[in-house]
């Protein structure tokens, strides 16, 4: 896949983490990609209309994208997400042997993917992902900081 792959991909990731916002959600969004570049799942945090702490973008992305395939091994797959993913994302992406790893705005806060921490790097796992990050940064960024910033006193 090309950057610009990676910027229309990001595009519905966006999309969703608007949806997320619009829903009082944390805006976060993700796409998952087939091989060939089809959408497979699409999905917004739902940690809180779901009541779910493990219901973030990316698990609930994978989620979907397992049930598409009918498996949980996502061999040959992209995850594009607005926001670098958490220890908990990067270990589901991990495990689901995501292929490529896309993703928008870095987390110096919780950041698992060179932030704070670099789960996907770690050569002890028995799978590493390619890592595009920095994709429609900016945008990716501003939905978080517009989010935070009229939820602030």
């Known amino acids: 896949m090309t950057r610009a792959d990676d910027a229309a991909a990001m595009d519905a990731a966006l999309a969703e983490a608007r949806r997320a916002g619009e829903a009082g959600e944390i805006p976060v969004g ?9 959408i497979l799942a699409a999905a ?52 689901a042997r995501v ?28 799978h590493r992902p390619e890592v595009v990050a920095g994709v429609r940064e900016d945008e990716s960024a501003a939905l978080l900081r517009e989010f935070f910033a009229e939820r602030r006193w």
């Open 99 to 126: 292929a490529r790893l896309v993703f928008g705005a870095w987390d110096p806060k919780a950041g698992a993917v060179g932030s704070l921490w670099d789960v996907v790097r770690d050569r002890r796992l028995n």
């Open 30 to 38: 993700a796409v998952v990609l087939s091989a060939d570049g089809t």
């Open 44 to 95: 917004h945090n739902e940690r809180e209309s779901g009541h779910d702490p493990t219901a973030h973008a990316e698990v609930v992305a994978l989620r979907r994208a397992g049930e598409a395939l009918g498996s949980w091994q996502l061999a040959g797959a992209t995850l594009v997400v607005t926001l670098e993913p958490c220890t908990m994302c990067a270990g589901a992406l991990v495990l």
